[in-house]
Nanobody
Framework: QVQLVESGGGLVQAGGSLRLSCAAS????????MGWFRQAPGKEREFVAY????????FYRETAKGRFTISRDNAKNTLYLQMNSLKPEDTAVYYC????????????????????WGQGTQVTVSS
């Protein structure tokens, strides 16, 4: 069992930056592939970024490439999402998620592949 708690969301102007954190409980964090997803009002939850359990493979949604960076610190049981050059369309609740599977090359962008979810943190980007 992994419990996840996101933090770092807030209100920022377009062009600004935020760094989201996801603190994981338990000693198994380093064994899990991790992802960031987001959900805007009235829309489905969508993939943002993925990182494998060792941290040496990452993938991003197309609109996040070059602006967002996913990383992890397994010694601190923490996942990060650095978001730069934020746009109003990035406004959403952001969730971190952990999978019990090795997802590399296999549907890492699908919410149903993840087993544990945090409660989410709101990110609002004003124009």
């Amino acid at each position: 069992q992994v419990q996840l708690v996101e933090s770092g969301g807030g209100l920022v102007q377009a062009g600004g930056s935020l760094r989201l954190s996801c603190a994981a409980s338990g000693r198994t964090f380093s064994n899990h592939d991790m992802g960031w997803f987001r959900q805007a009002p009235g829309k489905e939850r969508e993939f943002v970024a993925y990182i494998n359990w060792t941290g040496d493979n990452t993938f991003y949604r197309e609109t996040a490439k070059g602006r967002f960076t996913i990383s992890r610190d397994n010694a601190k049981n923490t996942l990060y999402l650095q978001m730069n050059s934020l746009k109003p369309e990035d406004t959403a609740v952001y969730y971190c998620a952990a999978s019990r599977l090795r997802l590399l090359g296999s549907a890492y962008d699908r919410p149903f592949m993840y087993d544990y979810w945090g409660q989410g943190t709101q990110v609002t980007v004003s124009s």
